[in-house]
């Protein structure tokens, strides 16, 4: 039985990533040239590894304690899906809040987890304060269905700092 939830430092354990299977193949991605969305060839895989799951876990715990948001998604006892609000507010009203990951472990894509999982963050993101989620979004074609399936579009304002983490990232937002 699925199960969403915010969860506490008091939740949080070294291994609950273990066996989330983060793994993406990459074909096609989608590229903004100049407010135009232009789809390109990219062939690219994302795995992580244990030690990166770990570093996530890690990060759960700041988060959680710095006034930020953990939802998980459980399938019994088993993580198969996880979303991260970051703690700090941004913007030139500051009304955004990072929504820094959302995943679904390969495995179980394409049930509608994942909807389930961003219907309750924008809950949590509004209970926060934010008015918007503003999302570094990875640029394969997948993910960005995804997005924009679920109303998303690209930001009206750029943050200089998670757009340099990965350049490629479509910078996104939803109005909450």
Same mark, same amino acid.
């Not at 991605?29 to 890690?58: A, C, M, P, Y």
């Not at 993580?79 to 609000?85: D, L, R, S, W």
């Not at 955004?96 to 179980?108: C, F, K, T």
């Given at each position: ?10 939740? @949080? ?8 299977? *983060?793994?993406?193949?990459?074909? #096609?991605? +989608?590229? =903004? ?65 990072? @929504? ?8 179980? *894509?394409?049930?509608?987890?994942? #909807?389930? +999982?961003? =219907? ?57």
């Amino acid at each position: 039985m699925l199960t969403i939830k915010q969860i506490t430092p008091s939740d @949080l354990y070294p291994s609950m990533l273990d066996t989330f299977n *983060r793994n993406q193949e990459t074909s #096609r991605v +989608l590229v =903004n040239e100049n407010g135009s969305l232009v789809e390109k060839e990219d062939h690219f895989k994302d795995k992580w590894s244990l030690t990166r799951k770990r570093e996530i876990v890690q990060h759960f715990r700041d988060v959680t304690e710095g006034g930020g948001a953990v939802i998980i998604a459980n399938m019994d006892t088993t993580v198969v899906g996880f979303a991260v609000i970051e703690s700090e507010v941004f913007g030139d009203r500051s009304r955004y809040r990072e @929504l820094s990951y959302i995943h679904v472990s390969s495995e179980h *894509r394409g049930n509608g987890i994942g #909807r389930k +999982l961003f =219907n309750v963050v924008t809950n949590v993101a509004k209970q926060l304060g934010a008015e918007k989620l503003y999302i570094g979004a990875h640029p394969s074609i997948e993910t960005q269905r995804f997005y924009f399936s679920m109303g998303c579009v690209l930001a009206e304002e750029m943050n200089e700092d998670i757009y340099n983490r990965e350049p490629l990232d479509l910078q996104l937002e939803y109005t909450l």
